[in-house]
């Protein structure tokens, strides 16, 4: 069975962990690298633990997914979807979209209007996945800072106070 929990501070190695993994086996996917963040000090990730809201997916004492919440730095009013990456063995088994729903959770509490994200044009399994969870695309494009040969596009879904 898979449990969805926000990490707490002592977890960051946990953190860390599954954000390498993820790196290393979608490194077209994101916008930093495996390198720049295995060059990220201890203290960094205690630092970026207590500072966005991660959430992780725990199989007994594994991490198999995660997704984070940050701040977006578009709309004032929105929270932003980042990181987000399951196991291979847990695609297709609701594990991503629990994990979104914690985020979702997340952003509603903290009185945000919308939760939006970038995602790689061509990476239509993750674009699918959006889609069925209600985030639309905004239209907005632009370079992925880790490749600027490569687009993203913005996706938003709007959240409503009473969980629609
Ligand atoms: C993106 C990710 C979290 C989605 O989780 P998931 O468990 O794979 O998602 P789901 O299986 O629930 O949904 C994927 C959808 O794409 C479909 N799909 C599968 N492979 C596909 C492909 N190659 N092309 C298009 N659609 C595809 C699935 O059928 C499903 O659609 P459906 O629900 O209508 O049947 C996961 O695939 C992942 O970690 N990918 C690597 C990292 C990544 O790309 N992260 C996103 C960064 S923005």
Redesign the pocket.
Known sequence: MIAIRRAVAGEWRDARAIRLR?LA??PG??ATTLAREEAVPDDGWVERVTTAAWFLAWHGDRVV?VAVGIGDPDEVDARHLV?????PA????????R?VDAVVGWARDDGAAALA????DG????????D?LGFHPTGQRGPLPSDPTVLESRMRRTLTPDGS
């Open positions: 993820a086996d979608a996917a994101f997914g990181g987000m990456w399951v196991e847990h695609r297709g088994d609701g594990t991503a979209g994990l994200l970038w995602v790689v990476n239509d399994r993750a674009r699918r996945f959006y069925r």
